[in-house]
């Protein structure tokens, strides 16, 4: 796992934000989750709620509540994986009395599968919305593609953007979604905020590079995984072939998560006709199209 710069468990970044560290680390939480505490006055708002049975995490939340004599009154939660919604349920009714717990729906069904306990009722998010508590106003906007019920929120006072896994302090993300993803980072970029807030690394203090990069980034991919099936045009092939011959410095233990997002690219690629998608022995197989020649 690279070595990340560290972040500690509980940081005041601003008068009216603090930082729990989520204490989940992994090669896909990066340090872990990182979740944040909103307000000035005796009711918070905290954005997201770290992973499910995480007692060092309870215990420095639970600390920071009690130390500055605060309640939870609402759990944001930027989209549905279970490092960001997993801790409701611990926090509910035990570090916070019944706060309102908020998330944007997934789609007609996606949210079915979502188990918590059932005094626990989730109120729907929708783009635009804003929530106030004394000191902190959050204004909620649909960001799909990492996922399609992810939101990313504004904190007005300071024009800060909370990102959850939209955007990353380190490395790119996965998507579920990428034609939606790149929508959702530019939307981003038209909000134009100070600084970003991750759900997971550390703090973005130049937003309009990064998130550039993050564009610049998903295009060349696409422009690599495009231009590799056209030298290899002879050939078909799946999402693994491409990780090997693109992602030649990625470590093993990130392979798999490339090839989710080459999937990606491949579905929108497919989409676009300019490849093709057969099916090999059961397998998904693609191969380059080239276009058809222009005549005077």
Not at 192 to 202: F, L, S, T, W
Not at 242 to 261: G, Q, R, S
Request: with cysteine; charged share 25%; aromatic share 6%.
């Amino acid at each position: 796992m690279k070595i990340l710069r560290a972040i500690p468990d509980v940081t005041r970044l601003t008068s009216r934000i603090i930082r729990i560290l989520g204490c989940n680390p992994s090669p896909m939480t990066l340090q872990g989750t990182n979740t944040y505490l909103l307000g000035t006055g005796r009711k918070r708002i905290l954005i997201d709620a770290g992973e499910k049975n995480v007692p060092e995490y309870l215990n420095n939340l639970a600390d920071v509540v009690h130390s500055e004599q605060v309640d939870i009154e609402h759990i944001v939660v930027t989209h549905w994986h279970n490092d960001h919604l997993g801790g409701v349920e611990d926090i509910y009714g035990t570090i916070a009395n019944q706060p309102k717990v908020w998330k944007h729906r997934r789609s007609a069904d996606g949210d079915a599968k979502i188990q918590l306990n059932e005094d626990i009722t989730i109120e729907w998010l929708s783009d635009g919305q804003e929530i106030e508590v004394e000191g902190a106003t959050v204004k909620i906007h649909h960001t799909p593609g990492h996922t399609s019920d992810h939101v990313a929120l504004t904190l007005l006072e300071e024009n800060i953007l909370f990102s959850g896994d939209c955007i990353l302090g380190e490395g790119t993300c996965v998507f579920e979604d990428l034609c939606a993803y790149m929508d959702s980072l530019n939307k981003i970029l038209d909000l134009k905020p100070d600084a970003i807030y991750p759900g997971h690394g550390n703090i973005i203090e130049d937003p309009a590079v990064t998130i550039k990069y993050n564009i610049d980034h998903r295009n060349e991919r696409e422009n690599q995984i495009l231009d590799t099936l056209k030298v290899h045009s002879d050939k078909q092939l799946n999402e693994m072939d491409l990780v090997t011959l693109i992602y030649k410095t990625v470590p093993e233990y990130l392979k798999n998560a490339a090839a989710y997002n080459v999937n990606h690219h491949l579905i929108k690629l497919t989409k676009e006709n300019k490849i093709k998608c057969c099916t090999i022995d059961g397998e998904y197989k693609w191969q380059y199209i080239a276009p058809p020649s222009s005549s005077l």
